[in-house]
């Protein structure tokens, strides 16, 4: 879909998911004729899951948030539902994030159509499609209408209460009294206190780019492949290593990479035994049996210029094959490195380890700017092959 086009509605409950390469928070608002709410139960959300003929699932951090619609019990005089997304990091923007809509039939999860809103900037909050009533037929809308002032500034609009912190009580001025007039001694000026260091970014918040080199992710942190506000790099390489832990025996882990459609359809994996997918345009190096000897242990080479345009979502995962788990394996990471060069460029170390087989460590996804994004994970799955990771890693996406 296109901002303003509408289709009709083949089915009377539908769900609207919205996805992006970070976490949001989706809401919805039920309105009436005059495109207000009749009161704030009518804005429906985490902390208010469930309103009438409207309800909010969460993704859990691992799929996107959905809003379901059952047009046939939304009460008389409500004409229209707007579905809602804001980054869930604090004072963050949809720049670079271009989130996608996807309406589906709730019954079979079926895709009746799409949405990324195009040319985002400093909106940290998004209507992004409704479901209307008109002329006794309901339809969904592209709306992609964005707001500077977040999901607040959405719910005010809408005529929902958003509560003000209350101002500190004033004290009363004391009562004057009549007193003989003498010199009062002078107080010392009193330094100015240190102003306060600034306060550290949330984890995972925000984005950033290649302007000032080498990147150190943290979990959940993305980094744009842009340097300049140009695209830095067509190929590249990800290298995965690991060691075992506590001077442990041989520990025989899998790198590979999965790739995704725009509607996180699976298109094809890339591991140990399928070297090369997508035409040559990923290449897996081999399988380490071991984890010994240092730099990387696996690498998988990615040619950004050669992926085809279905693919738009890769998704790089590490498992043990023979059973071991995550907490029998120290200084696991990733790392993005100029396959021309050999530079690296991004690294995300995993800091912590969990009694699993399979962890997606970093996601790359292509945004509607063409430009690829590469998110660090570290998300811990029960899966010893890449098959198992295939339905987990695309709701990561």
Request: charged share 20%; aromatic share 6%.
């Amino acid at each position: 879909m296109t901002p303003g086009s509408n289709i009709p509605l083949p089915v009377s409950r539908v769900a609207v998911d919205v996805a992006a390469p970070v976490r949001l928070d989706v809401s919805s608002l039920l309105l009436t004729g005059d495109g207000k709410v009749r009161s704030d139960d009518d804005f429906i959300f985490y902390n208010q899951p469930n309103g009438p003929g409207v309800t909010y699932r969460s993704g859990g951090g691992t799929s996107p948030d959905a809003i379901t619609v059952d047009t046939a019990a939304v009460p008389p005089g409500i004409e229209k539902i707007v579905v809602t997304a804001s980054p869930d990091a604090a004072g963050q923007t949809f720049q670079g994030i271009e989130p996608t809509a996807t309406i589906r039939n709730a019954a079979d999860g079926s895709v009746l159509a799409t949405f990324t809103p195009p040319q985002l900037g400093a909106e940290t909050a998004l209507v992004i499609v409704e479901i209307y009533l008109r002329n006794g037929v309901w339809k969904a809308r592209a709306v992609g209408q964005g707001y500077a002032d977040g999901l607040a500034g959405i719910a005010t609009d809408f005529g929902v209460s958003v509560e003000e912190p209350a101002p500190a009580p004033v004290a009363p001025p004391a009562p004057v009294t009549q007193a003989p007039v003498t010199q009062a001694p002078v107080a010392p000026p009193v330094p100015a206190a240190p102003p306060a260091p600034p306060a550290a970014p949330p984890l995972g918040a925000g984005k950033i780019n290649l302007d000032k080199g080498r990147v150190s992710l943290q979990k959940n942190q993305t980094v744009s492949l842009v340097k300049g506000g140009r695209p830095f790099l067509s190929q590249v390489k990800m290298g995965l290593g690991w060691e075992p832990a506590f001077r442990g025996k041989d520990i025989d882990l899998d790198a590979s990479v999965i790739a995704y459609g725009p509607q996180r359809n699976h298109v094809d994996s890339c591991y140990f035994g399928k070297l090369s997918i997508l035409n040559g345009a990923i290449k897996h190096s081999g399988d380490n049996l071991t984890g010994e000897g240092g730099g990387d242990d696996e690498v998988i080479v990615v040619d950004l210029g050669r992926i085809p345009q279905e693919v738009t979502g890769l998704v790089f995962t590490v498992n043990s094959f023979s059973g071991q788990k995550f907490t029998e394996v120290a200084k696991a990471y990733c790392r993005l490195l100029d396959a021309a060069t050999g530079e690296e460029l991004v690294r995300f170390d995993l800091t912590n380890a969990e009694a699993q087989t399979g962890v997606m460590m970093a996601k790359l996804v292509k945004q509607f700017s063409g430009e690829w994004d590469m998110t660090a994970m570290g998300d811990f799955v029960k899966s010893r092959t890449v098959r198992g990771m295939v339905k987990p890693a695309a709701q990561a996406l």
